[in-house]
């Protein structure tokens, strides 16, 4: 086990992608990422990793193809508008069934908006960021102890289900300063039977494309992926209970607003407020098991957010409209007080739930 070192944490990310594997990252700089890409910058080259400042966001995701195609462990990250330039790129790694990892530290939007933090790209990541029927893994980290875990966790399914992944983290995540022990390192990976490594004339050729013209031949593929999607709806969903024992309330948050909720739980646990928390920790897939058993128990859910409310309705969907979901949020960069979410925990239990 490694030492506690502190780290923010964008180079929380890009440590923990090199003790993955990942020798292969190309990125564009924007506000509030930009460390994931200066970090890098200095160490790829010391272990014979690239690095690579792409002339935009698009030429970084289209390179991040080229190395995914060959079964290596490539990344590229970004905020809010330059994950959206990404976002056909996002599609065709989808479409050619290639792993890879995309950091996205949001920002407030929409258009360029702020450089403040925000979680307003949760419908463009959990709704398939792109054109076309797909998914990412979507991973939410709240802590700088977690940007590092989950770091090497998408890494991991991203290769087992041969799909992008996501890092959705808050811009608050990505500044934040903790205390983190960061994983064991890990050697390179060999390349996967499918990867497009050459041939040496001893098998046939491994095409790696998205681009299908036999409509029957592209829905049998569509059809294959989301088999695969419900085994990880199945298998891979995370999160976190907290106070959920005898709670009436559910909270439900991610990021930087569940950290926040967690002492508003606490003190309206010291004033009487029957109230918890479910922190999804996978956004996709969504987990929808420990919500829909918590709503026949609590009276109500709160969403706690940094946008108008997207999550909001996954909860609805989520425990099929049983019980109430209230919503609590700030936009624009602003983030709720404590404060803020205790009283609004404290109105829902004084109108019974």
């Known amino acids: 086990m490694q030492e506690k070192v502190l780290m923010k944490g964008n180079e929380a990310i890009a440590e ?14 924007i506000t509030p990422q930009t460390e994931v890409a200066a970090y890098l910058a200095k160490k790829m080259p010391k272990i014979g990793g690239t690095f690579l400042q792409a002339e ?34 996002i599609s065709y790694l989808a479409g050619a069934d290639l792993p890879a990892l995309i950091v996205n530290v949001q920002r407030g939007g929409p258009g360029l908006g702020g450089i403040q933090p925000s979680q307003s790209d949760y419908f463009l990541a959990t709704r398939g960021p ?27 399914l991203a290769m087992k289900y041969r799909m992008p992944a996501m890092l959705l983290a808050d811009g608050t995540m990505g500044q934040m300063m903790e205390p983190v022990t960061l994983p064991e390192p890990r050697d390179p990976q060999a390349a996967p039977d499918w990867a497009a490594v050459g041939t040496e004339c001893k ?3 491994h095409v790696i494309n998205s681009l299908c013209l036999d409509p029957v031949q592209l829905e049998r593929a569509n059809f294959e992926r989301f088999e695969r999607y419900a085994r990880i709806e199945e298998n891979e969903p995370m999160w976190e209970e907290f106070m959920m024992e005898d709670a009436e309330i559910c909270v439900v948050s991610t990021g930087i607003t569940a950290r926040v909720s967690r002492n508003a739980i606490v003190e309206a646990r010291r004033q009487g407020v029957k109230v918890g928390m ?24 709160l969403c706690v957010e940094l946008n108008m409310g997207q999550m909001r309705e996954d909860v609805e969907l989520a425990v099929r409209c049983q019980k109430p979901v209230e919503l609590c949020y700030r936009v624009g960069g602003m983030i709720p007080s404590p404060d803020e979410v205790l009283d609004k925990i404290k109105k829902m239990n004084e109108e019974g739930g």
């Open 278 to 301: 479910i922190r999804p920790i996978t956004l996709w897939p969504f987990p929808k098991k420990p919500l829909l058993a918590a709503a026949g128990k609590v009276k109500s859910f």
């Open 130 to 156: 792109g054109h076309g029927d797909f998914h990412v893994l979507v991973f939410a980290p709240a802590s700088v102890q977690e940007m590092a875990d989950l770091t090497g966790r998408a890494f991991d």
């Open 203 to 205: 098998r046939s050729h």
């Open 56 to 89: 935009s966001e698009i030429a970084a995701i289209n390179m991040v193809y080229g190395v995914a195609s060959t079964g290596k462990l490539a990344m590229t990250s970004s905020s809010s508008p330059g994950i959206a330039l990404k976002c056909e790129g």
């Open 16 to 29: 923990a992608a090199i003790l993955a594997g990942c020798r292969h990252y190309f990125g564009y700089p």
